[in-house]
Each structure stands twice: as C-alpha cells, then as structure tokens.
C-alpha cells in the first residue's frame, strides 16, 4: 500500500491562485490517512508568488521550492520529483496553480496506484472527461497532438497533454532525466512516451477540465510548435530502456 503523497505545482506568477488552491488542497486531504506534502516550485515569479508560498508554508503542509536558473515547466516538474523523492515520498502528483485540475480528484488517483497502476492521468479524453472554457484554437490543437502522438508514436493513452497525473516516484527514480530534452508542455508528452513504450501501467480517470479564470496562460504558440517538433524527435530516437 503506497501511503505518501507529494503534490508538486510548478508556479509563475500564481499569487491569486495559490493560497485558494492550497486550502483546497488541504481540505480535501486533511482526514485522509497519508502522509502528504504540498511542494511548490516557483520560477521566481515577479508577482511575488514566492513569498506567498513562503507564508503558506508556515499554515500548511508544503514546502516551497525558489528557482532562477534553468526555469521552465519541466525542470520546475524535475525539481518536484526530486524533492519528493528525498523525501521518500510514495506518489508524486503534479497539477496546474490555476484550478483548471480539480484537488477533489487527487483521491481517487491515490486509489487507482494504491490498485496498483504506475501512472494515472486526469484525462479529459476518456468517457466522462472534458474541458469548459476553450476557444476552437485550443481544441484543435489539442485534438491533433492527440491524433498525431497516437499515430506517429503508437501512444495508447488518449490524453497525451494532461498535466494532472500521479506518479510512484519507483518509476520516476528509473527515468534517465538526462536523456529528457523537452522543458516546456512538450515535456508531459516526452515523460509519457517513455513511460508507456516500457510497458509500464497506466490508467486515464476521466476529469473535467475548467481553463483558468485567473492569471494568464502559459501555453503559448512557441510551446505548441516545441510540442509537434517533439513527436518528430521522439519518433526518430533510440528508445530510452528504463533501468
């Protein structure tokens, strides 16, 4: 039975969001028998999302990661698997500061690995799952890294850009990070891949998606380009065997 949990969330310029979504947080887990960290990874955000973490961490349960060098999503996500890990945490979730990944879901990914899954992911492509408050240019997007990560790199799982997904840091301890190249949302695809062509377990709970009503979004045009370069690099690579 895995009995530890991390939640990492990388954060740039959150300071609306975060001490909403860390009370949320707290509220849902609080009576769950678990041992549980918040882990709050910062890109050293100009609005002061830092410092507020900082404060937060003298109420809750959460530890506050500060970073200026080598920022971006995914080594924000690295430096959160790290610290879990240190820590000797069991599961490592990651999930958006925006409220877009609902935190009344985290417990039934705790059950789903406690089931014994590798890997779950908030899906919004299962039956159940979907996503409130996209333009057409987001959908379309989104439908056809689906489609094409399906194609050209064989993935099974439908949902290939989730960032809300648990982890057992088992796995994550056999990833050769080294060999990941991606930084940005392109990251969660690479991550994926490698998890899924070493035919370890993964399951897609359905979730429903809601874009951010606060903040500004992080997904730009030059991330969606990095995104499809991906699935051409990946196809073309050696595949990574993990240890």
């Known amino acids: 039975m895995k009995n530890s949990a991390a939640i990492i969330i990388p954060t740039y310029n959150e300071k609306e969001n975060l001490p909403k979504l860390t009370e949320k947080i707290y ?55 790290e610290k879990a890990i240190n820590l ?11 409220f877009s990944h609902n935190p009344e879901v ?10 014994g899954c590798d890997v779950v992911v908030g899906s919004r492509r299962v039956g ?16 056809s890294a689906t489609r094409l990560c399906s194609f050209v790199l064989g993935l099974r799982t439908k949902d290939v850009t989730s960032g809300f997904r648990a982890y057992k840091t088992s796995i994550i301890k056999k990833i050769p990070f080294n060999m990941i190249k991606s930084n940005g949302y392109s990251f969660l695809e690479e991550l994926l891949y ?19 009503t606060s903040g500004k979004s992080k997904l730009s ?22 240890r």
């Open 194 to 212: 490698i998890i899924e062509s070493n035919g370890f377990k993964i399951k897609e709970i359905p979730i429903t998606f809601l874009d951010r």
């Open 128 to 143: 159940g799952g979907e996503i409130l408050r996209w333009n057409w240019w987001r959908h379309f997007c989104s439908n």
């Open 106 to 115: 985290i417990p039934e990914m705790l059950d789903r690995i406690k089931d």
């Open 221 to 242: 045009k030059k991330e969606i380009i990095k995104f499809f370069f991906t699935i051409l690099h990946l196809k073309f690579r050696k595949r990574v065997k993990l």
């Open 88 to 98: 000797n945490l069991d599961i490592a979730i990651t999930m958006d500061a925006d």
């Open 27 to 81: 509220s849902v887990l609080k009576n769950k028998k678990i041992n549980w960290k918040i882990i709050v990874v910062d890109d050293n955000s100009p609005d002061g999302t830092g410092i507020i973490a900082d404060k937060l961490s003298k109420k809750y349960p959460l530890i506050a990661i500060h970073r200026t060098k080598g920022r971006g999503y995914g080594n924000s996500v690295r430096a959160g698997f």
